[in-house]
């Protein structure tokens, strides 16, 4: 069941979004050769604490860390580690935090140092195929027309969809209905209404679309090794389009 939120819900889910990213922006400044994903995760720690907020992530079915950082080839739920980035990384930061009773949620991937030209295609083509995607947001639309549009930019690029993991529904709970896939017709699934919140997330690969799970249970990383981006936003659908709530 797709949970429609009032106004004054919507609102109050503003909080944890803007939380969210903001701690999202700082890391454009603060991730570069040499610091660790376990650094970057005690900064979103610190940040949870000194806004009140709880981090979302943080024992959510067992994931030990309040941010997913997800290097290179890590696709998405990455544990943070002491080893340092290096120049020529690209570094996904998945991150979300409970406040107030609402929860938010964003992602974004950064460059670390200087990348290669096929990695910075693939940040911008992800982060483009989220856009178009949002683009579609409005109330009438199909869910499946969001789908539709970020598989649409992303195969147009060269680049392939991950199947295994989807954007959501988002509120009182991390997860709520619907499953927002990558990929897909449009036309179908559910009607878009106003007071939906959605969490839109494309996970776009360099190389193919498949991906393996690691031992430690959450890590995915493409089974060909190349790299695999990430950006979400977490939006509202309003009357006659959507909000980013994720923003700064
Ligand atoms: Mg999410």
Redesign the pocket.
């Known amino acids: 069941m797709i949970v429609i939120k009032s106004q004054q819900e919507v609102d109050r889910m503003r909080n944890p979004c803007r939380m969210v990213a903001e701690f999202l922006q700082s890391m454009r400044e603060v991730v570069k050769p040499g610091i660790t994903t376990l650094e970057l995760n005690q900064l979103a720690e610190q940040h949870c604490i000194s806004h009140n907020a709880v981090p979302a992530f943080k024992g959510y079915g067992g994931f030990p860390f309040a941010i997913c950082s997800s290097p290179n080839e890590v696709v998405v739920h990455g544990f943070a580690t002491d080893n340092p980035l290096r120049d020529g990384d690209i570094i996904s930061i998945?991150f979300?935090v409970l406040y107030d009773g609402f929860y938010g949620?964003?992602?974004i991937t950064l460059p670390v140092g200087s990348i290669s030209l096929e990695k910075q295609r693939l940040l911008k083509s992800t982060e483009a195929s989220l856009y178009a995607g949002l683009e579609q947001v409005r109330p009438g639309a199909h869910l499946s027309d969001v789908s539709a549009a970020v598989q649409q930019v992303a195969e147009r690029d060269g680049f392939s969809v991950v199947r295994e993991f989807v954007?959501?529904g988002?509120g009182r709970e991390?997860?709520e209905d619907p499953q927002i896939p990558n990929y897909g017709s449009p036309g179908t699934g559910p009607v878009l209404k106003q007071g939906m919140v959605l969490?839109i997330?494309p996970m776009i690969n360099a190389g193919t679309r498949h991906v393996k799970i690691l031992s430690d249970g959450w890590t995915a990383v493409t089974k060909d090794g190349r790299p695999s981006a990430h950006f979400?936003h977490?939006v509202a659908v309003t009357d006659e389009g959507y909000e980013i709530l994720t923003c700064v």
Do not use: S
């Open positions: 998945d979300g949620d964003a992602a954007g959501h988002i991390l997860h969490a997330e979400e977490t």
